[in-house]
T-cell receptor
């Protein structure tokens, strides 16, 4: 049981490039989410999904796209990278919905992205 | 919009001293979670509180959820060097959308 995996661990992009951050979980969780964490800051929700085919925006969705074609995978796409998107990106999954008593969020190890 | 603030932002303590971080939300939360993030690591779930006024303990850690479900605290008794990290609270104002607090960075001096 690998939990939540993310690839790549590190990435450097030039302004204007696009890329996809991969996230996968093997716990059969319906809820998955993407966060970004800037230096010395908390985590901000980018997008989330409550099941295959269902996604919605979080606090800071601009410049990012997501899709959820399977329960296991939830990739995050940067459409045209900007220096303001330099951050650490965490993917998380949970079996709960936010109001139940079993909402443990399991985080992946993160992707450290630098946009030059 | 929804805000979750934590105080203090930083705390340095001598090993063996107690530590408390406070979490305050601008709106009522259906539940509150606490996470610990070691330097360079990812957030790790510690606990979830659901009921108004709830208190839970995990060894040296005591968690409280306020009566109005808008605030929470984490207290560590007799800190150890292994407690070093940043502690975050997080809560959903409704369903699905978790809002994370600003975090409290704890340093423990041996």
């Amino acid at each position: 049981n690998a939990g939540v995996t993310q690839t790549p661990k590190f990435q450097v992009l030039k302004t204007g490039q696009s890329m996809t951050l991969q996230c996968a979980q093997d716990m059969n969780h319906e809820y998955m989410s993407w966060y970004r964490q800037d230096p010395g800051m908390g985590l901000r929700l980018i997008h989330y999904s409550v099941g295959a085919g269902i996604t919605d925006q979080g606090e800071v969705p601009n410049g990012y796209n997501v899709s959820r074609s399977t329960t296991e995978d939830f990739p995050l796409r940067l459409l045209s990278a900007a220096p303001s998107q330099t951050s650490v990106y965490f993917c998380a999954s949970s079996s709960g919905t936010g109001t139940s008593g079993t909402d443990t969020q399991y985080f992946g190890p993160g992707t450290r992205l630098t946009v030059l | 919009g929804q805000q979750v603030m934590q105080i203090p932002q930083y705390q340095h303590v001598q090993e063996g001293e107690d530590f408390t971080t406070y979490c305050n939300s601008s709106t009522t939360l259906s539940n509150i979670q606490w996470y610990k993030q070691r330097p360079g690591g990812h957030p790790v779930f510690l606990i979830q509180l659901v009921k108004s006024g709830e208190v839970k303990k995990q060894k040296r850690l005591t968690f409280q959820f306020g009566e109005a479900k808008k605030n929470s605290s984490l207290h560590i008794t007799a800190t150890q060097t292994t407690d070093v990290g940043t502690y975050f609270c997080a809560g959903p104002p409704g369903t699905y959308k978790y809002i994370f607090g600003t975090g409290t960075r704890l340093k423990v001096l041996a």
